[in-house]
Structures are given as C-alpha cells and as structure tokens.
C-alpha cells in the first residue's frame, strides 16, 4: 500500500507508538499511543501456524509454509514448505513401516528414524515460523495499517510542515515536466481551487502583492518591488530572478524561494 495517504499510524517496529507516514515512507516522527487512539486488533494472529505443528506432529508443518508463501507471494517459502512436507512424509512412512511391539505400538529402527524426523521437522519448522507469523499477520514498513487519531502538540504541527514540504516539492517537479499540466490543476495559483494542494505554492509570475505579502511573508514594499521589477523584465524565468531584481534580502529570500515558483514552458 504504497499509495496509502499520509497520516499518523501504528509504528510497524513499535506497536506502543504511533509514527508519520508521509504518503511514501516512514518518517523519523513517533508519538506514544494514548488512551483511545490505539486501533483495536482485529484478524487472527497466525498462532494457529504452531498449533496445527504441533498438534499434527509435523505432518501438517507445511500448511502454515504454504499459507504465508500465498500471502507474501513468496517462491521460496513455498520451496521450504515443499521441503518440510517431504521429510514429514518421509517420517510418517518410516514409522508406519516400522514393525510392531506386542502392544501394537511401532518399534525398530525405522521407528526411532522416524520419529527424528518427525521431531526435526516440529522444531525447524516452530523456529522458522515465528518469522513468518510477524511478516503475514504485522504491517510491513511498505504498508501503513489503518490510521488512528494523530496526535497534538509539536510531533503533530512538525507532521504537518513535513506533509506540506513534500507536496510542494511533488508540485514542482510536476511543473517542472509538464508545465501544461501545472497551470491546469492550478499549480501557485491560491486564487484559483481546482482540487490541487500543491502544499502552499504561489507562481510568481501571476503573484498579486498582497499574495506575495500573504504567501511569502514578504512586507509590502518589498512585495511591491517584486512585481514592479516583474513587469520591467517581462516575466521571471527563475526564482532568483524575483529575488535580485526585486531587491529581496536575505531575511526574506529564503521563504521566497521555499514557497515561490515559476512556471516555464518546456
């Protein structure tokens, strides 16, 4: 579920703490879990992989191979499971084979081979599950779990900065390849609601400035500057040519070029 939207899930490392998914990876960001926001369990939780082991003696070791092999769409898994009922096999015929005390109970050498057999399998085959259970029955790190409440607070207002980065850098390499596009899903154009976040862009080739003032943290005058020396070149071709020929200082450069965006034609 790589496509899954971005928001504050049960830590697949950690299932006492929630973490950020930014909508392609985990971030850094934690937060305990608090009292109603831990997402109740549901589904089974793959301990029935070792009862059927054990209960069967190792004669069904293989199904829970099989089963997981299914869920992860995984060969070799199916290769191990292929493996395990094979010896099994092989165990339960030696013993069937074996002949028997007066008790009717298997006796022989091909009865202590077999129930080797049949132990081995058990034991190789409880100590390779308990990986396997965690990988089919846990969200994996490609694949968030269903989102809960997010937190308050800084992990929260940090969360939503990080959220809000990522999307403007997704926009301006959207406008960057397909500057057609851009302009049609209103890309820097706060004026304009067609559906599109590009994450706080302003294109500041079409920037008002009181957009720019608004947007860009830029006082006034400076805007106004901005857009006087817009008009002297034409267009801008560049971000920093709204900073150097609009007189931009350094203490208000940075937000420009964080939030500004021009868009060219290819």
Same mark, same amino acid.
């Given at each position: ?92 015929? /030696?013993?069937?084979?074996? *002949?028997?005390? %007066?008790? +009717?109970?298997?006796? !022989?050498? $091909?009865?202590? =081979? ?70 049609? /899903?209103?890309?820097?154009? *706060?004026?304009? %609601?067609? +559906?599109?976040?590009? !994450?706080? $862009?302003?294109? =500041? ?62």
């Amino acid at each position: 579920m790589n496509a899954q939207r971005a928001g504050w899930y049960a830590d697949p490392h950690d299932q006492a703490q929630l973490r950020y998914w930014n909508g392609s990876a985990w971030t850094e960001h934690r937060s305990p879990k608090h009292g109603g926001l831990t997402p109740a369990q549901d589904g089974p939780t793959g301990r029935w992989y070792f009862v059927i082991t054990l209960a069967s003696l190792g004669l069904l070791a293989a199904v829970p191979f099989f089963h997981a092999a299914s869920r992860l769409d995984r060969p070799q898994t199916r290769k191990a499971g292929t493996a395990i009922a094979a010896v099994s096999i092989v165990g339960f015929v /030696l013993i069937g084979l074996s *002949p028997t005390d %007066e008790a +009717g109970d298997p006796t !022989g050498w $091909l009865s202590s =081979l077999g129930a080797v057999l049949m132990m081995s399998v058990m034991l190789v085959a409880s100590l390779l599950l308990f990986g396997l259970r965690r990988e089919v029955y846990r969200p994996s790190s490609t694949a968030a779990p269903l989102p809960v409440t997010p937190p308050s607070g800084n992990q929260g207002a940090m969360a939503t900065v990080e959220q809000a980065r990522r999307r403007r850098d997704e926009a301006r390499k959207l406008a960057a390849t397909d500057p057609m596009m851009a302009r049609e /899903l209103g890309i820097g154009r *706060p004026d304009v %609601e067609l +559906g599109y976040d590009d !994450g706080g $862009l302003l294109d =500041l080739n079409t920037a008002t400035p009181a957009q720019l003032s608004t947007v860009c943290g830029l006082p006034p005058a400076v805007a106004h500057e901005v857009v006087t020396a817009r008009s002297g070149l034409g267009r801008f071709l560049v971000v920093e040519d709204a900073i150097v020929f609009g007189q931009v200082g350094e203490e208000h450069a940075p937000t420009l070029r964080d939030r500004g965006l021009v868009i060219t034609d290819l």
